[in-house]
C-alpha cells in the first residue's frame, strides 16, 4: 500500500466511523404473561422507589446536619459533711454553691460539676519535707538526698537535707505539700449536687436550608418567664416534655436509675454526654421539629486504673506582708458534654429529579428478573432463549459462516465487497 | 436417568459453561444522520464531563477539607457610666480593660467579650435573708420557715428564721446574696466594648495533600510588624482586605449594620459566629490562596424568653482575719465563634483517570438519545426500529418456532441433541 | 381518523404495551478460547472484589468514626533562671509548678503550658504615663495629649497631661502599664518545662457497633498502680509502647528532634498537635486495638510577623485597704491538641451482600474485555464480529428492508397489519 492510499484509507475509516452508529438489538416478545410480568416487576421497583426512598426516607428533600449552639446554666447549694476531712490548712466551708462548684465558669457545649475535693490551703514559698508517697524521696540521712532534684511527681527542688515527721528529703517549693489521705472515698461525694438544676439552651439552625429557620428546645409558646423558673424536665407530661431543666440526678439516671448509681460517679469523677437530638422537616411548622433527650457515659466504666476524672486548680491570694500564697483546689467531678445530633430536610425539585432518575437506572433489574422467570420457568421459555441467545457454535463455524453468508438477512452489500477485497 | 448419566451430564454443562460466552447483538446502522447525530450526543456529553466536571468543578483535583488553627487577642480599654449602678458592695471601677472583660482569658475558636455586668462584692460565709423574688422564701413568721430547706434556685441553707427588710426566710451561705435589679438593661451596656479589636491568627493546612503547604490570613508579604499594628479591615481597600483586625462592631455590622444593633445585643448577650472561609488551589502560588470573611447570629434572635447569653464567674480573696471572700460577676456579653470552612485542591492523576472513566459510564446515554431520535423522529425510523426489535408475537408462536428450527442459522448442533433426548 | 377510533387505537396501543416485553439480544458464542477467556476475566474481576474490597479494604465490615474523650494531666516543677528579670512590681517566684503554669486548669482535648512569662503586678486603679511605643503617646507638652482619649491598643483614658520619664500623656486606668521589654527572648523560655510529664487518658467507644466496647490507652492488662506512676512512653519497649506518660520534651521531638528546637517552640510559643489513631476490628479481641501517636505542628512554623501563641491573663486582689489590685500575666507557652482519629469495624451480613453485589455490576466490564479481545485480536474476529454487529447500510436501505420484509421470520402478523393500514 503507498502512503498516499494508507492516508485514503486512514481517511475513510475516520469518516465512516463518524457516520455509524451501534444500538443493542432487542428481542421484542408480544406475550400477556410475560409482557404483564415484566410490568409489574417494573411497577413493584418504581414502587419501592418512590414509598420507600422518596416518601419514607424523605429522598426529595435536601438534607443538612444540624447547627447548633448550647449554653447551660447550673443552679445550686450544697451542705458539706460536717464530719468531712478534706483539707490541709483551710478555712471551714460548710457550705458551697453552683459558683464554687461549677470550674470553670462556662464552658462551650459542657460543664463539669465538683462532686468531691481535696483542698490545700495557705501554700507559700518556702521549705517543707516531700511526700513519703515519692519512693525516692524517703531517706535516713541528708546523705540519700541530693540537693538540686526535681522528683518525678515531686513538688518542689531538694535543698539536700532529710527532714520531717516521715522522714523525706526536704524541698524547697509551695509549702506545705498535697497530701492526700486515703479516706477520701470514705467520706463520699458533695451528695447534694445531684440535686442541681442545669438549664440547658440549645438554638439550632440549618443556614443552607433556610437561613431565617431557628429552634430552641425552649418552646417558644411557653411565652412567659415563669414556665422557665417553674418546670422540670419529665418525660411523662407534657408541661415537662420540653422544659429543658434537668437535675443533676435525672440525667445521670438516663444511663443507669440504680441506686447508688450517682455516688459511684460523683466520688471519683466522670465524663457523661447528654445527647440532643433533632429530626426537623423544614417544610412543616417549626412547632414539630422537638428535641429528644438522652444519656450515656463517655469514659470508660470499666477502668481498672486511673478511672473517673478529676484536676486541680489554684486560687492566688496575698499576704498582708504582700507576700504570694494560694490555695489549691483538686477536684473531682462530672463532665457533662453535650452533643447535639441531628439533621434538617426540605423539599427540594432537583433531588427530587435525581431521585426519579436514579429509578430508570435500577428498571434494568426488571428485565433481569423478567428474562429469569420468562427465559427459564415459562413453558415457551426455551423458545424465548433461542430468540434471545443467537447461537454461534465452534463445531460448525466454518459451515455456519458459510451458511450464514449465503442465506441470512445479514447478507450486507458491505460484506459482499469484503469478500471480494 | 442414572446417577452416573446424571453426574456425566452434570459435568458437561458445568464444561460447556465453562466454554460459552455471551455478548449483546448491536445493530450497526450505516446512516450520516444517525452517525453523526450519535458522535454529537457524545461530543456533549464528553464536553459537559469535561468542561463542567473537570474544568469548573475541578473534577481532576483530590480535596481535602481544611486544617485549621485559630488564636485571638482582643485589645481595648472601656470607661463605664458614671451613673451606672451595677453592683452590691463593690468598689467603683470606672475603667476596664480586655484583662477584665475578655472571660476567659484564652478558649480556642472563640472569645467572650464582658458587655453588662451586675457584681456582687465582698461575700463571705454567715446568715443573710434570701431572695424575694423566691416565692416560698416570702414569709410573715418564722413557721413559714422550716430550717435546714434549700429552695430552688436559691442561694443557702434556711435557718429557720424570717427575717430582713423584705420579711423573707433567713438562709445561711455567702451573704449578701446576689440581688440584680431590674434597672440593669436601662442603664445600657459597656458602649465603648464596640471599639475593642481583635486580631484573629487563623494558620491552615492540608496535611494529606502536601504536609508542607501553610497559609495563615495575615499575608507574609507585609513582613514588617508595623502592619499589623496599623492596619484595620476594611473590605474596600486593597491594604485593609487581608488585614485581620476587626474592631467588635465591625463584625457585629456583618450581621446588620442597623443603628443600635450593637447595643440590643451587647445589653442582653449573643452568640456570634464569624466565618472563614478559605478555597486554596495548591497547584497555585499560596499568595492566591486567601480568606473570605462573614458574620451570622448563632443564637435564636427571636426568642422570647431566656434570650442573650451570660453566665457567673467568682473572684476569691481572703481578708485581714483568713476569711474567704468572693465576688461574684454576673457577666452578658456577646461570644465569637470563629468558624473556619473551605478546602483545598490538587491535581491528581488518578482522579483525572477516575473522572475521565465515569465519562465512559455515561457515554450510554448518548444511545438512549440517538436511539430515540433515530427511532422515532426520523423518516427510516420505522425500518431501524424493525432491526432494533426483533419482533417474536405470541399468535403464530407455533409456527415460528417451526420456522426458526427448520431455516434459521440458530440451528446448533447443541439444540439438535437437546430435542432428541 | 374519527374521534372514537382514535380512542379505540389509543387503548388497544396502551393494552399492547402492557403486553409487550423488550430483552436484550445476546450472541452466544461456543468457543473454548472465548469462553475460557471471559470466565478468566470475570474471575480476576471477582477476585479483586473480595480480595482487595472485601479482604483487605474490610468490604464486608460496618465502619463507625471513634468516639472520643480525652483528658489529660500534666505534672512537673520548674526553676526560674536566677537572672531571669521579667517583671514589674513582682515578688520573685523561683520556683513555678504545673498548678502555676498550666492555664487553664483543664480544657477538652487540649492543654497549654506556659513556657515563658511577662508579669506586671500590683496593678491599682490611678493614672501613670502611657506607654512610649504607643506612637500617638509620645508627647512634649500637655497640648499634644486632648483629655478623654483611648488610643489604639493603648491602656487608659488621657488626663490631658504629658508625664513621665520618657514624656508620655498620662492616662487614668490600671497603673503601672505593662512594660514589656525586649530582653525577654534573651531570657530564654523557662526550660524545666520540657522534663514536665502529661498522662494522656483517651477512652473510645463504636457506640453505634457495639455500644458495651469500651477501649481505653491505658493497657487494662497493667493492672496495678504503679504502672502508671513508674512508666514512661518510649516506642522501641514493649512496656513503653503503651504508656499514656509523655515528656513534653517527646512530643516535641515527635516534630523535630534537633537541638534546640524545643526552645525555639517555647520562646515565642507555639500549637501542637498530639494525634492519636485508632484502627479497631470489633470482631477480634480488645487488646488488638491499641493507639498510635504522632506528632506535627499546627500553627505556621515560617510567620514572619506575630508568631508563636500568647495571651494575658488576670489574679485579683484586695488590700488591706479593700482596694483592687490585680497582677497580669502574659504568658508565651505552647498549646498542645489531642487530635484523635480512626474508625472501628464490624461483620455485617448486610455489607456483605451489598459488596458482593456491587461485584455483579462490575462483571459487565468482563464482556467489554472479552469483547475487544475476541472481536479484534482473535483470529475469528471477523467472524463473531459479524455476528455481533448485525449491518444495516444506508446505500441499500430500500432493498433491504424489501428483502428483510419478505423473506425474514421476523415478518410478524402485527407488522403486516401495520402496512395495511
Same mark, same amino acid.
Given at each position: 500500500?503507498?502512503?498516499?492510499?494508507?492516508?485514503?484509507?486512514?481517511?475513510?475509516?475516520?469518516?465512516?466511523?463518524?457516520?455509524?452508529?451501534?444500538?443493542?438489538?432487542?428481542?421484542?416478545?408480544?406475550?400477556?404473561?410475560?409482557?404483564?410480568?415484566?410490568?409489574?416487576?417494573?411497577?413493584?421497583?418504581?414502587?419501592?422507589?418512590?414509598?420507600?426512598?422518596?416518601?419514607?426516607?424523605?429522598?426529595?428533600?435536601?438534607?443538612?446536619?444540624?447547627?447548633?449552639?448550647?449554653?447551660?446554666?447550673?443552679?445550686?447549694?450544697?451542705?458539706?459533711?460536717?464530719?468531712?476531712?478534706?483539707? /490541709?490548712?483551710?478555712? *471551714?466551708? #460548710? %457550705?458551697? &454553691?453552683?459558683? !464554687?462548684?461549677? $470550674?470553670?465558669?462556662?464552658?462551650?457545649? =459542657? +460543664?463539669?460539676?465538683?462532686?468531691?475535693?481535696?483542698?490545700?490551703?495557705?501554700?507559700?514559698?518556702?521549705?517543707?519535707?516531700?511526700?513519703?508517697?515519692?519512693?525516692?524521696?524517703?531517706?535516713?540521712?541528708?546523705?540519700?538526698?541530693?540537693?538540686?532534684?526535681?522528683?518525678?511527681?515531686?513538688?518542689?527542688?531538694?535543698?539536700?537535707?532529710?527532714?520531717?515527721?516521715?522522714?523525706?528529703?526536704?524541698?524547697?517549693?509551695?509549702?506545705?505539700?498535697?497530701?492526700?489521705?486515703? /479516706?477520701?472515698?470514705? *467520706?463520699? #461525694? %458533695?451528695? &447534694?449536687?445531684? !440535686?442541681?438544676? $442545669?438549664?440547658?439552651?440549645?438554638?439550632? =439552625? +440549618?443556614?443552607?436550608?433556610?437561613?431565617?429557620?431557628?429552634?430552641?428546645?425552649?418552646?417558644?409558646?411557653?411565652?412567659?418567664?415563669?414556665?422557665?423558673?417553674?418546670?422540670?424536665?419529665?418525660?411523662?407530661?407534657?408541661?415537662?416534655?420540653?422544659?429543658?431543666?434537668?437535675?443533676?440526678?435525672?440525667?445521670?439516671?438516663?444511663?443507669?436509675?440504680?441506686?447508688?448509681?450517682?455516688?459511684?460517679?460523683?466520688?471519683?469523677?466522670?465524663?457523661?454526654?447528654?445527647?440532643?437530638?433533632?429530626?426537623?422537616?423544614?417544610?412543616?411548622?417549626?412547632?414539630?421539629?422537638?428535641?429528644?433527650?438522652?444519656?450515656?457515659?463517655?469514659?470508660?466504666?470499666?477502668?481498672?486504673?486511673?478511672?473517673?476524672?478529676?484536676?486541680?486548680?489554684?486560687?492566688?491570694?496575698?499576704?498582708?506582708?504582700?507576700?504570694?500564697?494560694?490555695?489549691?483546689?483538686?477536684?473531682?467531678?462530672?463532665?457533662?458534654?453535650?452533643?447535639?445530633?441531628?439533621?434538617?430536610?426540605?423539599?427540594?425539585?432537583?433531588?427530587?429529579?435525581?431521585?426519579?432518575?436514579?429509578?430508570?437506572?435500577?428498571?434494568?433489574?426488571?428485565?433481569?428478573?423478567?428474562?429469569?422467570?420468562?427465559?427459564?420457568?415459562?413453558?415457551?421459555?426455551?423458545?424465548?432463549?433461542?430468540?434471545?441467545?443467537?447461537?454461534?457454535?465452534?463445531?460448525?463455524?466454518?459451515?455456519?459462516?458459510?451458511?450464514?453468508?449465503?442465506?441470512?438477512?445479514?447478507?450486507?452489500?458491505?460484506?459482499?465487497?469484503?469478500?471480494?477485497?
Amino acid at each position: 500500500m503507498s502512503a498516499a492510499s494508507a492516508c485514503r484509507w486512514l481517511g475513510s475509516t475516520t469518516v465512516s466511523v463518524l457516520f455509524e452508529y451501534d444500538t443493542p438489538k432487542f428481542v421484542h416478545i408480544r406475550n400477556k404473561k410475560v409482557g404483564l410480568l415484566n410490568r409489574l416487576v417494573q411497577l413493584a421497583i418504581v414502587g419501592y422507589i418512590i414509598g420507600y426512598g422518596i416518601v419514607w426516607e424523605n429522598g426529595a428533600q435536601d438534607k443538612e446536619p444540624v447547627q447548633s449552639v448550647v449554653t447551660t446554666k447550673v443552679k445550686g447549694v450544697s451542705v458539706l459533711n460536717a464530719t468531712r476531712q478534706f483539707m /490541709t490548712d483551710c478555712n *471551714e466551708w #460548710p %457550705i458551697l &454553691d453552683h459558683v !464554687d462548684l461549677i $470550674v470553670p465558669a462556662q464552658e462551650p457545649n =459542657s +460543664f463539669f460539676v465538683t462532686t468531691n475535693l481535696w483542698a490545700t490551703c495557705n501554700q507559700k514559698y518556702g521549705v517543707c519535707p516531700e511526700l513519703s508517697t515519692i519512693p525516692d524521696a524517703v531517706c535516713l540521712t541528708n546523705d540519700s538526698c541530693p540537693p538540686g532534684i526535681i522528683y518525678r511527681t515531686g513538688n518542689g527542688v531538694t535543698t539536700g537535707e532529710c527532714t520531717g515527721f516521715n522522714e523525706t528529703c526536704q524541698i524547697r517549693g509551695w509549702c506545705p505539700v498535697e497530701d492526700e489521705n486515703d /479516706t477520701l472515698t470514705d *467520706e463520699g #461525694p %458533695i451528695i &447534694d449536687t445531684k !440535686d442541681f438544676t $442545669v438549664l440547658v439552651k440549645n438554638s439550632i =439552625s +440549618f443556614p443552607k436550608l433556610d437561613s431565617s429557620y431557628r429552634v430552641r428546645n425552649i418552646p417558644e409558646r411557653a411565652n412567659n418567664k415563669s414556665y422557665l423558673s417553674g418546670c422540670q424536665f419529665d418525660p411523662d407530661s407534657e408541661m415537662g416534655l420540653f422544659c429543658p431543666i434537668f437535675s443533676l440526678k435525672q440525667i445521670v439516671d438516663m444511663i443507669n436509675s440504680s441506686d447508688g448509681y450517682y455516688e459511684s460517679l460523683a466520688t471519683k469523677g466522670a465524663v457523661v454526654g447528654l445527647e440532643i437530638s433533632w429530626d426537623c422537616n423544614l417544610d412543616r411548622s417549626p412547632t414539630h421539629c422537638v428535641p429528644k433527650y438522652s444519656a450515656r457515659r463517655l469514659d470508660n466504666p470499666n477502668a481498672q486504673i486511673s478511672n473517673g476524672f478529676n484536676f486541680r486548680y489554684p486560687r492566688y491570694y496575698r499576704d498582708q506582708n504582700g507576700d504570694d500564697v494560694r490555695d489549691v483546689w483538686k477536684v473531682y467531678g462530672i463532665k457533662f458534654e453535650i452533643v447535639v445530633t441531628g439533621e434538617g430536610r426540605k423539599f427540594s425539585f432537583t433531588t427530587l429529579v435525581l431521585a426519579l432518575g436514579s429509578t430508570i437506572a435500577l428498571l434494568a433489574i426488571a428485565t433481569t428478573v423478567t428474562d429469569v422467570i420468562a427465559l427459564y420457568l415459562l413453558k415457551k421459555g426455551t423458545y424465548y432463549r433461542e430468540k434471545k441467545y443467537q447461537k454461534v457454535a465452534k463445531e460448525d463455524e466454518e459451515s455456519v459462516t458459510l451458511k450464514a453468508l449465503n442465506h441470512s438477512q445479514e447478507k450486507s452489500p458491505l460484506l459482499r465487497e469484503k469478500r471480494k477485497e
